[in-house]
């Protein structure tokens, strides 16, 4: 053959080697980014079972013919090392042996190529929300996991003989019934922590409740530290509870040994196979299911504090079931309970602070908790049996809700309160002690039953109630509010209080600001960071005439309170209005919590954002620019 057609040849395998090693590229890349897809839709919109059988029939359809030394080869090692967390993600969520071996196959050429099989790595890095995962593991420790929730015993034993400085151990024994039905399997490890059994758990016959936790979620074990203290609800767990993992415990099979040697009253076992309890969600816990003769009757999930929220749905469960329950409340519960709700105010309050909750979700949070477990014991019948301290402490509590939340329900609830502490002759007009928690600094500023009802009429809009109580005691030196007009075409969104010049009245109406350029700032006038932005701003000349042509000043909602400071503000500031924010579900857009805040719209979309004010102000303004440019409103910098 001519040495023509030779090269020829041998160019054309050449060049489809490197467009078949580009095709695995690729395709290795789309799973990855299939799998980033499906975890931003996990698990509200898509259950475990569904991400593994979306996962496992693309990695089906297109990358397992390549999952072979001769196609592996072809790889860079960066590209092997996405093709193993790709193959990683599907035998995760599938925990099905042809996944596991193939990973096997993946480690297999990583180990030829003498790769750090034992260094950590990062994940792969997604998008969104769900960007970077926090965790970290190596190629062993992760093939590993996947042996073992696969039920390859030997290959993860074998694996961690070979790497002993991994950190894994050789599992314990297995024994397997040959004549085991394949449903609600369990598995059952012993004491020692030398075995495990493989056994049925079944549910067909009388009560029973199923918890789905785990030794590694604090949030379980709180659950079982609460229901273990609680002298109703023991008992019934005792007697009818089942306790089962998810099944990627198994990998952590030697923290259900010490649980069980610890709690053996609430002895745990590890799901065999998702397959072998569908009705349950075994990704997240805890979890509570309610069988009666196996069939499924009540589920409810999740736990946090106050617990008499979750303790009333556990009751539920028990009373859906057949159960006796005859517990009635007494004043020693709602004492108690009051006291969980401010330690879990507390923490919840820490974690808005810190910036790791938005105002939003700490309300949401709050009003949900607060209607579930206090709320029950605000009748005045309930009140009479608390004493003067703990009326207080209840008073507090529900102050803090009605702040947060803004709401006529929780606004009224705390009237009830009140109107007890009147019965009672209780000074309502003494500055309560702030409310403590344990290991919490308690809140430094302190203000009277009266100022605080006040205030929660006020935020929940409830003017003449306010106006009321005024009246009514003249020596809390509190002013009247003022008139409220409400504007025909106010609507129902992008509400403002439009505070007149004297101070006496509020027009309610709504900002149009999804039209043209709008520059959007939360702000307060009695926040400092808020009034040096606008010193600065109004000291640039080309800064305040974009300012006073396109901006809008709007407050958070609890300014409402404030009224007055904004009459001054107005006059203080031609050309730069501040309006408060009628409430916040009006801006979904913006976080009026925190001050100053800028947005920069765009016929109603966000172009940019900017958070504070702090040195070096020239960056700041520059920042300003930045979002005037964003919009149009600024010539654009070479």
Request: hydrophobic residues 40%; aromatic residues 10%.
């Amino acid at each position: 053959m001519p040495m023509i057609y030779c090269r020829i040849i041998f160019s054309a395998l050449l060049c489809s080697a490197y467009a078949s090693e580009g095709i695995m590229e690729a395709k290795i890349a789309r799973l990855n980014k299939l799998h980033d897809e499906l975890q931003a839709q996990y698990p509200g919109k898509l259950s475990f079972l569904e991400f593994g059988v979306q996962l496992q029939t693309a990695y089906r359809q297109s990358l397992k013919p390549d999952c072979i030394p001769l196609h592996l080869a072809k790889l860079r090692d960066d590209d092997l090392k996405a093709f193993f967390r790709a193959v990683f993600g599907v035998a995760f969520f599938t925990e099905t042996e042809s996944e596991a071996r193939d990973l096997g196959v993946i480690f297999a050429e990583a180990e030829r190529r003498k790769l750090d099989a034992l260094k950590d790595w990062n994940p792969r890095v997604g998008s969104g929300e769900n960007a970077t995962n926090s965790y970290r593991f190596s190629m062993v420790t992760d093939l590993y996991r996947t042996y073992m929730s696969s039920h390859l015993y030997e290959e993860a034993r074998l694996l961690a003989e070979k790497y002993p400085v991994a950190g894994v151990l050789p599992p314990p024994r297995v024994g397997v019934s040959t004549d085991l039905e394949k449903a609600n399997r369990v598995y059952d490890v012993s004491d020692d922590g030398r075995s495990m059994a493989i056994r049925p758990i079944d549910l067909n016959k009388g009560q029973k409740i199923v918890m789905v936790f785990s030794p590694g979620c604090g949030f379980s074990r709180q659950a079982l530290d609460d229901i273990e203290s609680d002298a109703f609800l023991l008992p019934f767990f005792k007697s009818h509870a089942v306790f089962i993992a998810p099944p990627s415990d198994v990998v952590e099979w030697k923290a259900h040994r010490d649980w069980n040697i610890e709690r053996p009253a609430f002895r745990g076992h590890i799901a065999y196979t998702r397959q072998d309890w569908p009705e349950l969600d075994l990704a997240g816990t805890p979890q509570f299911y309610f069988y009666r003769d196996g069939k499924l009757i009540f589920h409810c999930g999740g736990w946090m504090r106050p617990v008499r929220g979750r303790k009333a749905e556990l009751v539920k469960g028990l009373q859906s079931i057949g159960l006796p329950v005859t517990e009635v409340s007494s004043g020693a519960t709602i004492k108690s309970e009051i006291a969980f709700f401010n330690e879990w105010l507390s923490e919840l309050q820490a974690r808005y602070l810190a910036g790791n909750l938005s105002q939003k979700e700490l309300a949401d949070r709050l009003e949900t908790a607060y209607r579930k477990s206090l709320k029950p014991e605000c009748p005045l019948s309930q009140l009479a049996k608390l004493g003067d301290d703990d009326l207080k402490q209840l008073f507090q509590a529900v102050d803090a809700v009605a702040r947060y939340s803004q709401s006529e329900l929780e606004a009224r609830d705390l009237k009830l309160i009140f109107s007890e502490a009147e019965r009672r002759r209780i000074d309502v007009l003494e500055n309560l002690q702030p409310r403590t928690s344990p290991g919490i600094q308690a809140p430094t500023y302190q203000s009277s039953m009266v100022e605080k009802l006040y205030k929660a009429f006020l935020l929940s809009r409830l003017f003449d109630e306010a106006r009321v109580l005024i009246e009514k005691y003249p020596a809390a030196g509190l002013t009247s509010p003022p008139a409220v007009n409400v504007s025909a075409s106010a609507g129902t969104a992008y509400r403002v209080y439009d505070v007149s010049d004297d101070g006496l009245s509020m027009n309610v109406r709504s900002l149009d600001w999804k039209k043209g350029q709008k520059i959007v700032m939360a702000f307060s006038p009695g926040c400092g960071f808020s009034r040096q932005a606008f010193a600065d701003i109004e000291g640039d000349a080309s800064l305040v005439a974009a300012f006073r042509k396109h901006a809008l000043l709007v407050a958070p909602p609890g300014e409402v309170v404030e009224w007055q400071s904004y009459s001054s503000w107005n006059k203080e500031h031609p050309g730069l209005k501040g309006y408060i924010g009628y409430s916040m579900s009006d801006w979904p857009e913006l976080d009026l919590a925190g001050t100053p805040r800028f947005y920069f719209f765009s016929d109603g979309m966000l172009n940019v954002r900017y958070d504070g004010w702090r040195e070096p102000i020239a960056d700041r303004k520059a920042e300003l620019v930045k979002g005037l440019q964003s919009i149009g409103l600024a010539p654009l910098s070479k």
